[in-house]
Structure formats: C-alpha cells, structure tokens
C-alpha cells in the first residue's frame, strides 16, 4: 500500500509541479503534512543533497524520499531501492507521457494563440512555485522554523545567513562567477563542518 501511495504522490507532483526541480518542494511539504513521512527539517536535508547530487532535482528528490520511505516503513534497503524506483517513475510518468502528448500536437498547433496564452500562463505560476519554495528553504535554514506560520518563535541563524550572502555575492563577482556551481556547493559543505564542528 505505501508504495502504491508514494507512486500516486509523486506522479501528481510530476504532473503538476511546473518549472523545474524547485516547484517540487510546496508538493514534497504537502506530502510531508498529509503522510508524515519526514519533517521539515529532513526536507531541507533532502533540498541539500538533492542540489548536491547529479541530475535534476526533482528527481532526486523522488529518488531520496522513496528510499528513506521503502527503507523505515518496509523494512530495509533492498525495500528502500524498491521505494526509491517507484517513487522516481512516479514523478517522471506524467512528463513523459505530456511531452508525447505534445509533441504529436504541436505540429498540428503550433501556431495557435490558445497555445501561446496558455504557456504565457504557465509562466508566472512557475515563477510562484519557485519562489514559495525558495521562501520556505529561507525560513527553515536562517530563521529555523518549518513554516511562515512560526515566524514569531524564529532565532535567526547569523552564520547561515552570512553564508548565505557569501555566496551569493561569490557568484556574481566577475572571476568567480565563472566556476561551475559545485564548487559553491563544496565549499558551502565544509563551511558547514567548520562552523557546526567550532
């Protein structure tokens, strides 16, 4: 039942998270708050690894909650390998089967002002996703709490926010800004070893 559960979850999330890896993450706390999965916390921890990972992220999002489900709830790895696989078609199901759909279409329609309105709509809704998620990583990494509702019980994290600023000055500084993005995310990595180890 769980398995068929986390495949239901993440195809909806395939199907309706529009705009990339980020426009996962309002479904991922949905699934959070309805199944009891993993915390907030543990999300943010997923974000880390997942942006860290190759591939896309909503991908490895799929892969990592599928594991850690299959794993704790089915009863070990070889289960948590199961989960993962499950969850992972789940969410790229219904991108498959929309850009088949599309694709045989959009010969026929490709000049249709239906169409264009209704991929100039997507667009900003895209940009909503991203940003509600980016929002809700903000409250949970420099203000540590899980959602905007705690906002008043919020301690701000001083060091996440310098580092946090760091890098985004370091990758619009002219030299830098030019290394590839692993490099921010490895540094940032031992820079959180050094300030939690300190």
Do not use: C
Request: proline content about 4%.
């Amino acid at each position: 039942m769980i398995l068929l559960k986390l495949f239901w979850e993440f195809f909806k999330t395939g199907l309706f998270a529009i705009g990339g890896g980020m426009a996962t993450v309002p479904f991922l706390q949905d699934i959070s708050a309805k199944t009891g999965w993993y915390t907030a916390a543990q999300l943010a921890d997923m974000i880390a690894v997942s942006e860290s990972t190759p591939g896309p992220m909503g991908v490895n999002m799929a892969t990592y909650v599928g594991y850690t489900v299959g794993a704790q709830e089915l009863g070990g790895p070889v289960m948590g390998v199961v989960a993962a696989i499950i969850a992972t078609i789940g969410l790229i199901a219904p991108s498959v089967i929309i850009i088949m759909i599309v694709a045989y279409f959009l010969k026929r329609f490709r000049d249709s002002k239906l169409v264009d309105a209704t991929l100039y709509g997507l667009r900003p809704a895209s940009v909503a996703l991203i940003t509600a998620a980016g929002v809700d990583i903000v409250l949970i990494a420099v203000l540590r709490v899980d959602s905007i509702y705690q906002i008043a019980q919020a301690t701000l994290s001083w060091k996440a926010l310098v580092l946090a600023a760091a890098v985004y000055v370091a990758t619009h500084v002219k030299k830098l800004n030019k290394l590839h993005p692993i490099w921010f995310i490895a540094a940032s990595a031992l820079i959180g070893v050094v300030l939690q180890m300190g």
